[in-house]
């Protein structure tokens, strides 16, 4: 009960000073702290923010960016304008969303692509976990496509079962990775951000996608089955998690 309340303070604390300094959500504060400590987004960056509304993120990244840079952000959800950035709507499991967000920057490269991603949870613990480490490996999918190398990614991530999969595959593409956990969002234990910095130049040959290669971790651990009925080209993420 006490830590129940204790955690109710802090969120309306962070609201709160959220409100007064004119950010959109006290997940600003998470993305400000990422930054003191590891610096991600340069100025003059163009940065991709992925799971963007209501856009506290893309406010803060606009900031650290500056005049010369570019900040895209992209949800489900339709985001209210913010001056100076481009803000688009679409399923990131999607390939026409990817290409959007290509065309958009004028199909260079991005320097650092931020994710906040989250579903909407069911209070499930082991379902929201599950969806979440798929939507953070679909991030990690869309930062090697998008990401010039050297560039950085950050993804929040919950922690539980896969998440061991998704640092290694982070690790062997980035050669800094590292688990913050913001002041802003130590009230949420199980959340944690992976920053990952410098983003390896891709050594050429076919490589299995940070997908392919988390679903059959997945598929080791018995958690997801291995034999689908659908082709493996009807298969977005790892669906079909067993309950
Ligand atoms: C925690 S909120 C992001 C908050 C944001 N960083 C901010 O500071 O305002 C997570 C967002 O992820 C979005 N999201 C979830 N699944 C998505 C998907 N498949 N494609 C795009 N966005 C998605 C949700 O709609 C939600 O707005």
């Given at each position: 009960m006490a830590k129940r309340w204790y955690q109710d303070h802090q969120r309306d604390t962070w609201r709160r000073q959220a409100k007064s300094s004119g950010y959109?959500?006290?997940s600003a504060f998470k993305l400000k702290q990422i930054q003191d400590r590891h610096s991600v987004i340069r100025t003059g960056d163009s940065v991709l923010d992925i799971g963007?509304?209501?856009g506290g993120w893309t406010q803060v990244a606009l900031e650290l960016a500056g005049d010369g840079g570019k900040v895209v952000g992209v949800d489900l959800r339709a985001t209210d304008p913010i001056p100076g950035a481009t803000l688009l709507v679409g399923d990131i499991m999607a390939s026409s969303t990817l290409k959007l967000i290509q065309e958009e920057n004028m199909g260079m490269d991005y320097n650092s692509v931020i994710s906040d991603i989250s579903p909407s949870?069911?209070?499930?613990y082991d379902t929201d976990q599950a969806i979440s480490l798929e939507l953070s490996t679909m991030a990690l999918e869309v930062a090697m496509s998008l990401l010039a190398p050297g560039g950085s990614f950050v993804t929040k991530a919950f922690q539980g079962t896969g998440i061991e999969l998704l640092v290694r595959a982070c690790r062997s593409r980035f050669s800094f990775v590292r688990r913050f956990s913001p002041i802003a969002s130590r009230?949420?234990?199980?959340e944690v951000y992976l920053v990952c910095k410098n983003k390896k130049p891709s050594q050429g040959g076919a490589r299995s996608s940070p997908i392919a290669e988390i679903r059959s971790g997945l598929e080791e651990l018995g958690v997801?089955?291995?034999?689908?009925?659908?082709?493996e080209e009807s298969v977005v993420g790892f669906r079909r998690y067993v309950g």
């Open positions: 959109r959500a006290r963007c509304h209501p949870l069911t209070g499930r009230n949420a234990s199980s997801v089955p291995g034999n689908q009925e659908e082709s």
